[in-house]
């Protein structure tokens, strides 16, 4: 059996990848001279200047040999010349992940959030399922796993918003409602029926169809459109026709089916009131929450106002909705009004 010797042929031509990767071999050192100049001996310049200039001339010559040693030679002078500023592919890849986990960590904590809706009680705005985007960056800068403290506030939860905050009665766990009133806006609640500063909010037509509930079950609902107080948002609410859910609010008054006359909630000045449900004040500071699906909502009218310092952000829209028949596509990008 006989073996043969392979010999390379020193006229051979390289082909386009080689001579790729040669030019960008000779454009990186070239760049990194450029920029680091200053940093560099006279002599240790000219010397790699006459090994990029031999690299350039074995380019154009195109000779498969001459470029390989042209470039090991120039590859080599170029780690003794500029070592500290020249980055391995790996430490790259590297920095490149770094920095995009450092990106995402500052949009999750500064700008926005995801958030996944557990429950009912804001449909029909949001289905349980919905997952959804948070605008952090709308009210305020705050001080990352901090639940209260901000670097600087600039706005605030206005009329209509839909907004995840911090529960008051348990910091450590996240709710969504709309903002019915602000500070120093009256509000009254009477069964579904609001008024904020003596205004009854206004409805659209009443619809009435029958649908699965959570917590009920099938059974029959209403559902209207409904205005905010000035700012004029429309939004759609709807309860449970035939209802008696909102026994279960520790101030719920059975009498005028509303708030306790003289409830004692965080953030509402309510005074007492012998002539049907109290009209209470938003305090400076909080927010008067409801939840759209309103007989399958604790909010403002069960536990008070919520605190501007507990408000993580407004939602934004719907970016992935998984319902109880799997993906629902159609909610895929749903702005949340």
């Given at each position: 059996m006989s073996t043969r010797k392979h010999?390379?042929?020193?006229?051979?031509?390289?082909?386009?990848?080689?001579?790729?990767?040669?030019?960008?071999?000779?454009?990186?050192?070239?760049?990194?001279?450029?920029?680091?100049?200053?940093?560099?001996?006279?002599?240790?310049?000219?010397k790699l200047r006459l090994a990029l200039d031999e690299a350039r001339d074995a380019l154009d010559e195109g000779q498969d040999k001459r470029i390989s040693v042209a470039l090991k030679d120039l590859e080599h002078r170029a780690d003794q010349v500029l070592g500290f500023a020249r980055k391995s592919t790996t430490r790259e890849y590297v920095e490149s992940i770094g920095i995009a986990v450092l990106i995402a960590v500052l949009l999750?904590?500064?700008?926005?959030?995801?958030?996944?809706?557990?429950?009912?009680?804001?449909i029909p705005t949001l289905e349980i399922g919905d997952h959804i985007f948070v605008n952090k960056f709308i009210y305020g800068l705050r001080v990352p796993l901090s639940t209260e403290s901000w670097f600087a506030r600039w706005g605030s939860p206005e009329r209509g918003h839909v907004i995840v905050f911090r529960y008051p009665k348990r910091p450590s766990k996240d709710y969504i409602k709309r903002v019915v009133a602000v500070a120093g806006d009256r509000v009254r609640v009477r069964g579904h029926?609001?008024?904020?500063?003596?205004?009854?909010?206004?409805?659209?037509?009443?619809?009435?169809?029958?649908?699965?509930?959570?917590?009920?079950?099938?059974?029959?609902?209403?559902?209207?459109?409904?205005?905010?107080?000035?700012t004029g948002q429309e939004y759609t609410v709807q309860y449970r026709i035939g209802a008696d859910s909102l026994r279960r609010f520790p101030y719920f008054d059975p009498l005028h089916r509303s708030m306790y006359r003289d409830p004692q909630l965080d953030g509402l000045r309510c005074p007492k009131s012998e002539?049907?449900?109290?009209?209470?004040?938003?305090?400076?500071?909080?927010?008067?929450?409801?939840?759209?699906?309103?007989?399958?909502?604790?909010?403002?009218?069960?536990?008070?106002?919520?605190?501007?310092?507990?408000?993580k952000g407004r939602a934004m829209f719907v970016w992935f909705s998984w319902g109880p028949d799997g993906i629902d596509w159609g909610r895929f990008g749903k702005a949340v009004r």
């Open positions: 010999r390379v042929d020193e006229g051979s031509r390289a082909d386009k990848g080689t001579l790729k990767q040669g030019e960008r071999v000779v454009g990186e050192v070239d760049r990194l001279l450029k920029k680091h100049a200053k940093r560099v001996k006279p002599k240790d310049e000219a999750r904590f500064f700008v926005l959030e995801a958030f996944k809706i557990p429950t009912g009680s804001m029926d609001v008024w904020v500063n003596g205004q009854k909010l206004t409805h659209g037509d009443r619809k009435n169809f029958r649908a699965f509930d959570q917590t009920f079950g099938h059974v029959p609902f209403a559902s209207y459109d409904e205005t905010s107080r000035d002539d049907g449900p109290p009209e209470c004040t938003v305090e400076p500071g909080y927010v008067f929450v409801m939840g759209d699906n309103r007989d399958n909502s604790e909010d403002s009218r069960a536990w008070g106002g919520v605190p501007h310092r507990l408000v």
